[in-house]
C-alpha cells in the first residue's frame, strides 16, 4: 500500500495524518486497534479529495464519525481511516426559518442546541445520542419515539464513483437504523432538516426529560456502544437478556450491564474480543431460551 503519498498528499493540504493511530481514543466503547493512518479532514471537498486518491491507489478507507456505534477490532483497520473534523462543522438556518442546513461531520448534541437557541422542535429525541449528524442519518438513529427520518428533508451524498450530489430522504430509503448508504458505500457530506416552530420552555423541558431518562436508565458512566442489539420484531432486546439471567455477565473486561442489560459496556479493560465472545454468549443463550435472533446494531469494523 503506498500510504506515504497519503501522508504528502495531507500534508500538501494541510490535514492532520497520524500513522498508527490508536482507535480506542476514537471510540465511546474505548476499544480497536490502531489504524494504519487516520487523517481529520476540515470538510466534503477534502473527503472527495482523499477518497478519489485512496481508490487510485487501490487503498480501503473506513468513514469514522463519532464512533459511538462502532466496535473495531483489536488489530485495528488497515489502510486509511479517515473522519470529519467536529470543530470546523456547523449549521445554519434557512430564511424560512424552519430549514437547518449541517455538516456531516457536527456532533448531534450541538445541531440539538441550534435548534433550541432557535426555538426549533423535532431534534429533541437526539439529545443525548452521543453520534455526528453523518451518522445519525446513516443510521437512522432515533430514540424516544422520535428519529432522523421525521425531519430529514434531504441530504448531500458523495457516492462511491466520487459523484457528489443530492438525494432526498425517500431515496435514503431510511428504516429501523438502516440506510440505502449501507448497501452502496455513499458517504454523507451534509444534511437538510426541515424542523418546527415551537415554545423555547417546552423545547428545553423535552430535552432536560429524555436526558435525564437516560441517566436513570443507561449506564452511561461506563464507555459502551449504546444498546448492543437491534429490538428483534416484537421483544426487546434488553428485556430478552435480562430474563435470560444474563445481566451482569462478563468476559473478560466486558459486561451486560446491571442497569440496562440491552447496553455492552467496558468495565475497564474490555477488549474487542472480549465484547465479541460476550455477545456471541448472549446471543447463543437467548436464541436457545426464548427462539430469538438477536442481531447487533453495533458495527464490527476491522481485524478482530
Ligand atoms: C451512550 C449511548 C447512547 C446511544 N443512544 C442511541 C439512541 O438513543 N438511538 C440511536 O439510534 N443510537 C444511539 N446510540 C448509538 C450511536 O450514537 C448512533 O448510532 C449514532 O448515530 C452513530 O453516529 P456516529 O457519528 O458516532 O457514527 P459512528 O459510530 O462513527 O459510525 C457508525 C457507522 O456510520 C458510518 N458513518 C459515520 N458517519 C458517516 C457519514 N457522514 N456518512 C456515511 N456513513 C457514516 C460509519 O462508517 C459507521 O459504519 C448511542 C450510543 C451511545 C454510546
Not at 479493560?269 to 455477545?279: F, H, P, R, S, V
Request: aromatic share 6%; with cysteine.
Amino acid at each position: 500500500m503506498e500510504l506515504n503519498e497519503i501522508v504528502r498528499l495531507a500534508e500538501n493540504n494541510g490535514w492532520d495524518a497520524q500513522p498508527n493511530a490508536r482507535l480506542s481514543a476514537y471510540t465511546t466503547f474505548k476499544v480497536g486497534g490502531p489504524a494504519d493512518l487516520l487523517v481529520t479532514l476540515p470538510d466534503g471537498k477534502a473527503a472527495a479529495t482523499l477518497l478519489a486518491a485512496c481508490r487510485e491507489k487501490g487503498i480501503p478507507t473506513l468513514l469514522l464519525g463519532n464512533g459511538s456505534n462502532l466496535l473495531v477490532g483489536d488489530r485495528g483497520v488497515r489502510g486509511v481511516v479517515w473522519r470529519l473534523d467536529p470543530k470546523t462543522a456547523a449549521c445554519t438556518l434557512h430564511s424560512d426559518g424552519v430549514t437547518v442546513f449541517c455538516d456531516a461531520g457536527l456532533p448531534l448534541i450541538r445541531l440539538c442546541r441550534f435548534a433550541e437557541e432557535k426555538v426549533l422542535s423535532g431534534m429533541e429525541f437526539a439529545f443525548g445520542i452521543p453520534g455526528t449528524v453523518g451518522g445519525a442519518v446513516f443510521m437512522n438513529a432515533g430514540a424516544y419515539d422520535g428519529q432522523m427520518s421525521d425531519v430529514l428533508v434531504s441530504a448531500e451524498i458523495l457516492e462511491k464513483t466520487g459523484e457528489v450530489h443530492t438525494v432526498t430522504a425517500e431515496q435514503l430509503q431510511l428504516g429501523y437504523r438502516h440506510s440505502v448508504c449501507m448497501d452502496t458505500g455513499a458517504i454523507v457530506l451534509g444534511a437538510t432538516l426541515k424542523l418546527t416552530p415551537g415554545n423555547r420552555e417546552e423545547i428545553s423541558a423535552k430535552m432536560r426529560e429524555l436526558l435525564s431518562r437516560r441517566r436513570d436508565k443507561q449506564p452511561l458512566e461506563f464507555p459502551s456502544a449504546g444498546s448492543f442489539f437491534k429490538r428483534p420484531t416484537g421483544h426487546f432486546a434488553g428485556a430478552l437478556i435480562e430474563n435470560g439471567g444474563l445481566k451482569g455477565f462478563s468476559v473478560g473486561g466486558a459486561k451486560v450491564s446491571e442497569k440496562h442489560a440491552g447496553f455492552v459496556i467496558n468495565t475497564g479493560d474490555a477488549t474487542a474480543k472480549d465484547i465479541c465472545t460476550l455477545a456471541e454468549e448472549v446471543t447463543r443463550r437467548v436464541k436457545e431460551q426464548f427462539g430469538v435472533t438477536l442481531e447487533p446494531e453495533v458495527r464490527f469494523v476491522g481485524e478482530f
